[in-house]
């Protein structure tokens, strides 16, 4: 459906800072995480993934955490720059299922 | 060298009207989908396919008809458009059928922005 009535988060950060994106899913089978970046008048584009059976996994920059007691992931960017600034999404996965599904969106503002 | 490139990138249409977005990519990727995201920037998957073949139809009205001639294609037909169908559309590919073991990582061309007066 719709994103009717839903609101985009904004995360306002400062250069230089670290950032950290989080992200909530409802659903038990999701085992496969995916986080997305997209810029402005852009399409998005694939930042690092995550399977269910790991709790961290690094990329430049980038980490991500995995809760599935709490069903919770984060993205943290470390030394946060201008070119972050774009809105980022996780994206999960069922087994199974042959489809990537894209949650509602955070917007990293970068403070210059 | 654009991997994945949808056209128009912008089209401004009347309702009732038919329109078609085309997309194409040029990774050697025999899955394809359309997303379509609206104005608040929620990204929903609509239809893919793997080597022509439709995988997914996101309980998508039927007005919308995709078509695969082949796998570095797939166009999107739109019959008697409406407000709602007003939104960005895009195109994505991937090696393989999306989701573990095969990938996450989506290919996604720049969107064009369908606005239906």
């Known amino acids: 459906g719709e994103s009717v009535g839903l609101h985009l988060p904004t995360l306002s950060v400062q250069e230089g800072d670290n950032s950290i994106i989080n992200c909530a899913y409802s659903?038990?089978?999701?085992?496969?995480f995916i986080w997305y970046k997209q810029e402005s008048g852009k399409g998005p584009q694939f930042i690092i993934d995550?399977?269910?059976?790991?709790d961290k996994r690094q990329g430049q920059r980038v980490t991500v955490l995995l809760n599935k007691t709490v069903k919770h992931l984060s993205l943290q960017i470390a030394a946060t720059q201008p070119g972050d600034s774009a809105v980022y999404f996780c994206?999960?996965?069922?087994?199974?299922?042959?489809?990537?599904?894209f949650g509602i969106g955070t917007k990293l503002q970068v403070i210059p | 060298d654009t991997a994945v490139s949808q056209t128009p990138k912008y089209l401004v249409t009347q309702m009732g009207n038919d329109k078609s977005i085309k997309c194409e990519q040029n990774?050697?990727?025999?899955?394809m989908y359309w997303y379509k995201q609206d104005s608040k920037k929620f990204l929903k998957i609509m239809f893919s396919?793997?080597?022509?073949?439709?995988?997914i139809n996101e309980t998508v009205p039927n007005r919308f008809s995709p078509k695969s001639p082949d796998k570095a294609h797939l166009n999107l037909h739109i019959n008697s458009l409406e407000l709602g169908d007003s939104a960005v559309y895009f195109c994505?590919?991937?090696?393989?059928?999306?989701?573990?073991?095969?990938?996450?990582?989506?290919?996604f061309g720049e969107g064009s922005r369908l606005t239906v007066l």
């Open positions: 994505a590919s991937s090696h393989g059928l999306a989701g573990f073991p095969n990938t996450g990582e989506l290919f």
């Open positions: 659903n038990s089978a999701s085992d496969y």
């Open positions: 995550i399977r269910s059976n790991m």
């Open positions: 994206a999960e996965n069922i087994r199974g299922y042959q489809k990537v599904t």
């Open positions: 990774l050697g990727h025999d899955t």
């Open positions: 396919y793997n080597n022509k073949e439709l995988i």
